[in-house]
T-cell receptor
């Protein structure tokens, strides 16, 4: 079955870059996502990448996908204290009949030190 | 921008009671989902729903759970007899079937925190 793994914790200083890594097992993924969850809040889609792309940049966010190694990363440039949150990697796979299922990783808690 | 809404934001119930969690998906979306997140754990898929029937469900979604789209706007998750281990954040999501941009993106609601005592 599908499995998505992430490291649990990352601590960076304000102004530095953060890199959050994720590995997944299902090679039939269609889209890969990064979601942000602030304390007590819901899931906010940050960015996504289609599985046939290698890189996507969106302002301070850069997503890198290594499909061969099934490795996804999220780089946040100039990390701010407001970036402190849990970041979930997720993959979507097309099930039989065209139905989509999203599998989430364990989440990486990003702590930004002022 | 359209968004998925969920009510209530927090529900407290006693063990053995029935609860109904409500969601209003984005109006032109056709696929609907429920996920749950037990405190400190990963987000887990529960069920997907399309064309007024369940299209896929996980092993978590047992006979105690049911989903319904009672009218054109609401999508509900019912837990018949709640257990302590049902305490979690429950997220609803919806997806548009087609569109040139972000065709497969699921839009998530803010979640309902269910506390079973």
């Amino acid at each position: 079955g599908e499995d998505v793994e992430q490291s649990l914790f990352l601590s960076v200083r304000e102004g530095d870059s953060s890199v959050i890594n994720c590995t997944y097992t299902d090679s039939s993924s269609t889209y890969l996502y990064w979601y942000k969850q602030e304390p007590g809040a819901g899931l906010q889609l940050l960015t996504y990448i289609f599985s046939n792309m290698d890189m996507k940049q969106d302002q301070r966010l850069t997503v890198l996908l290594n499909k061969k190694d099934k490795h996804l990363s999220l780089r946040i440039a100039d990390t701010q204290t407001g970036d402190s949150a849990i970041y979930f990697c997720a993959e979507s796979t097309k099930e039989s009949g065209g139905y989509q299922k999203v599998t989430f990783g364990t989440g990486t808690k990003l702590q930004v030190i002022p | 921008e359209p968004e998925v809404t969920q009510t209530p934001s927090h529900q407290v119930t006693q063990m053995g009671q029935e609860v109904i969690l409500r969601c209003v998906p984005i109006s032109n979306h056709l696929y609907f989902y429920w996920y749950r997140q037990i405190l400190g754990q990963k987000v887990e898929f529960l069920v997907s729903f399309y064309n007024n029937e369940i299209s896929e469900k996980s092993e978590i979604f047992d006979d105690q759970f049911s989903v319904e789209r009672p009218d054109g706007s609401n999508f509900t998750l019912k837990i018949r007899s709640t257990k302590l281990e049902d305490s979690a954040m429950y997220f609803c999501a919806s997806r548009k079937t087609s569109g040139r941009v972000r065709k497969d993106e699921q839009y998530f609601g803010p979640g309902t925190r269910l506390t079973v005592t």
